[in-house]
Nanobody
Framework: VQLQASGGGLVQDGGSLRLSCAASGSTLSLYIVGWFRQAPGKEREFVAAINRNGDSTFYADSVKGRFTISRDNAKSTVYLQMNSLIPEDAAVYFC????????????????????WGQGTLVTVSS
């Protein structure tokens, strides 16, 4: 599967953005999908993940209540709705996918995912 992340941009503190992760080359409904982010000078960190049919999700504590991950398998796309953005959310955001396994604590690890898209930059101005 090939993944393409998009939707990043410049937003003011408190604003919203919706990121998209579009898949091609395989059926997205077979994959668990996660979002990660990497700020300058920092390690890449887990943001959110969603299971194959979209009825189970997992979030990092830092984004819980502000971000929502969802998917539309008919459109082969996973979304990350980001509300109440703060400057600390500024980063390059990446989507990743894994074919086997179940959503769980392992889904927060970069090494758990086999497929990665290129990043999309989110900038939050204060």
């Amino acid at each position: 599967v090939q993944l393409q992340a998009s939707g990043g941009g410049l937003v003011q503190d408190g604003g919203s953005l919706r990121l998209s992760c579009a898949a091609s080359g395989s059926t997205l409904s077979l994959y668990i999908v996660g979002w990660f982010r990497q700020a300058p000078g920092k390690e890449r960190e887990f943001v959110a993940a969603i299971n194959r049919n979209g009825d189970s999700t997992f979030y990092a504590d830092s984004v819980k209540g502000r971000f929502t991950i969802s998917r539309d398998n008919a459109k082969s796309t996973v979304y990350l709705q980001m509300n109440s953005l703060i400057p600390e959310d500024a980063a390059v955001y990446f989507c990743a996918a894994r074919l086997w396994g179940s959503l769980g604590s392992g889904s927060t690890s970069q090494s758990w995912y086999y497929h990665w898209g290129q990043g999309t930059l989110v900038t939050v101005s204060s």
